[in-house]
């Protein structure tokens, strides 16, 4: 079975700090893709980043990092010097290739970034 | 830019009511989902089509049912909505031209069942 976890419900930190959240996957297959997702207090889910099961190479993109363990079915995402617009909940999602494949999301992590 | 459009951002509807969410996409996408998300269980799958007229059923689909006639547009139906289906819908739609492209999702539907 395939399956998600966000152990971390919500985390607060202020403004410039640095934060990591955690993902944390299960899955039987060896082609997957593993997302990243931001939701905002206006409610539409914001696409942030795709990866590979084949690919474990870390990516930056500005303040935001991604930490890609297949050794410990890990997805993580970091936000260096965390700013108030950060503030949102973010979900991390599960995918496999072939067929008709479908999303599989974890629970959430609510990010409140403090001035 | 990509549009994935719900017809309503707040819906109230009545015990027993049936209710239709709708969808459309302006993509062209192979795939469309429709999610409900609660707080604590996060987004759980209700149906999800992958063609016209073709759906298959998702974690949570009891009490709902869909309906794809058209490619752009993706119906969640609550043939007698009770209060347990309050909650945040979200409506999505994905390629399957390349694989692990990801989901564009619709601003959600926030129903409260009075």
């Known amino acids: 079975a395939q399956k998600v976890t966000q152990a971390q419900t919500e985390i607060s930190v202020v403004e410039k700090e640095d934060v990591t959240l955690d993902c944390v996957y299960e899955t039987r297959d060896t082609t997957y893709y593993l997302f990243w997702y931001k939701q905002p207090p206006s409610g539409e889910l914001v696409f942030l980043i795709r990866?590979?099961?084949?690919?474990?190479q870390n990516e930056i993109s500005g303040r935001y990092s991604w930490n890609f363990q297949k050794s410990t079915s890990s997805f993580n995402f970091t936000i260096t010097a965390s700013q108030v617009v950060d503030s949102a909940v973010y979900f991390c999602a599960l995918s496999k290739k072939g067929g008709t494949y479908k999303y599989i999301f974890g629970t959430g992590t609510r990010l409140k970034v403090l001035a | 830019d990509v549009k994935v459009t719900q017809s309503s951002r707040y819906l109230v509807k009545r015990t027993g009511e049936k209710v239709f969410l709708e969808c459309v996409q302006d993509?062209?996408?192979?795939?469309m989902f429709w999610y409900r998300q609660d707080p604590g269980l996060g987004l759980r799958l209700i149906y999800f089509?992958?063609?016209?007229?073709?759906?298959e059923k998702g974690d949570i689909p009891e009490g709902y049912s869909v309906s794809r006639e058209k490619k752009e547009r993706f119906s969640l139906i609550l043939e007698s909505a009770s209060t347990n289906q309050t909650s945040m819908y979200l409506c999505?739609?994905?390629?399957?031209?390349?694989?692990?492209?990801?989901?564009?999702f619709g601003q959600g539907t926030r129903l409260t069942v009075v």
């Open positions: 990866r590979n099961s084949f690919d474990e």
């Open positions: 089509s992958y063609d016209v007229k073709m759906k």
């Open positions: 999505a739609s994905s390629s399957t031209g390349g694989v692990g492209t990801e989901a564009f």
């Open positions: 993509m062209d996408h192979e795939n």
